[in-house]
């Protein structure tokens, strides 16, 4: 009887408390955050956007409630919550990645701010001529990391690529990865998805045509699948280069990476001064990130048996 009237009280305690925080919410303005899915990468936008809102909203921040919803991977629930938060009439709303971009640009229809982060390509997107709708972009240094990779296997020919058809920065990095590509006499092989129950059939696919490798592009479902495309390629010790750091520690090779905790920490200090009404929301103070710098993990290359070249790298072990 005892232990039954604890869990009921404390069963009342939780209840109040909840109803206690959605009253503290209730009084603050929302900042809407769509975060496309669960890698590091997108992690470490969302960090370093809250961490850029923190600093330049200073004592302010306290004003506003962090709504944060994760689509999963999946674009019609990326459209849903946008949906819901212009419904609620966010004061704000920030997209993680090109498909969260797109749904909350049309969702707002620029009624809202939408301020976009991790968009490889914001004019393939459609964002560029949008109302109340500016962010960052991070462009992957291509020259740098077909370097990176013939230098650690000079003899490249084939490169594998899997993309997201939905996905459209995608479509246009593969684009400029091929025509760089053929400058160097190496070919890209091209794989692509419509979702991610596809991969694990679209890697064997790739690796049955011969590609000395694989290259990532900033492809938010094909990123998100990595240790499935890593146990296929692992066993062939068919190398895997990341399009960033964090896939590097994941189990990829090599890459020449962006730092993805500043180019969230310089979006979510363009959500800041929209909020503070110091500048408006448009392509005008849009952003771009495209300085890499290469970055390794040993305990990969000799799992892989390749060898390390002599070249400016950071090791990530």
Known sequence: MKKLLKTILASIALTASALSFSA???NKKTIGIIQFGTHESLNDCYNGMIKGLKEELKETFDEYFIDRQNSNFDAASSAAQANTFVSKKASIIGAIATPSAMAAASAAKGTIPVIYCAVSDPK?????????????????DFDSQLSLIKSFIPTVGKIGVLYTLGEANSISQIETLDSKAKALNIEIVRQSITNASEIP???DTLLNKGVDCL????DNTVVGALDVILSKTN????????SEIDQVKG???ASASLDYVALGEKTGTIMAKVL????KASNDIAIKIDDSFNCYSDKVAKQLDIKVPEIEMRNVD
């Open 201 to 203: 059939t679209a890697t």
């Open 24 to 26: 503290c919410n209730s």
């Open 235 to 242: 066993a062939k010790k068919i190398p895997v280069f990341g």
């Open 124 to 140: 393939a997107a459609g964002l560029t001529e949008m109302n109340n709708v500016t962010g960052s972009s991070d462009l992957l």
């Open 276 to 279: 503070k009404g110091e500048v």
């Open 251 to 253: 189990g990829c090779l």
């Open 215 to 218: 290259t990532n592009l900033t």
